[in-house]
């Protein structure tokens, strides 16, 4: 019975694992990572290794991915607001802004 429990949890992790690094889109990678996690938490409760359980389940199923999403998050904006900027005026992003004052 746990043998058979070991090889189905850890067939579920080298598939989630081959799905994560076969994806191309980052959020896709972040949630199949999440999933990767999971299974990894499910294999060392199996394994009679809890505390490493908890651990991976904290960090590689929650805190990882999740930093992971709000990075994407944070560069799509980024890239979204320099496409926003007015093109020409400036020959670099340090020209990009009022600094100083304009005088009168």
Do not use: H, W
């Amino acid at each position: 019975m746990n043998t058979a429990l070991i090889g189905v949890a850890l067939g579920f992790v080298v598939v989630a694992a081959t799905l994560a690094v076969l994806c191309r889109e980052p959020v896709r990678q972040a949630v199949l990572l999440g999933v990767l996690g999971l299974g990894l938490a499910v294999l060392f409760a199996v394994l009679q290794a809890p505390d490493v359980a908890l651990s991976q389940l904290a960090v590689g199923t929650v805190l990882t991915p999740l930093l992971i999403l709000l990075t994407v998050r944070k560069v799509r904006r980024r890239s979204v607001a320099d496409a926003a900027k007015p093109a020409g005026g400036g020959s670099g992003p340090s020209d990009a802004g009022p600094r100083g004052g304009t005088g009168s």
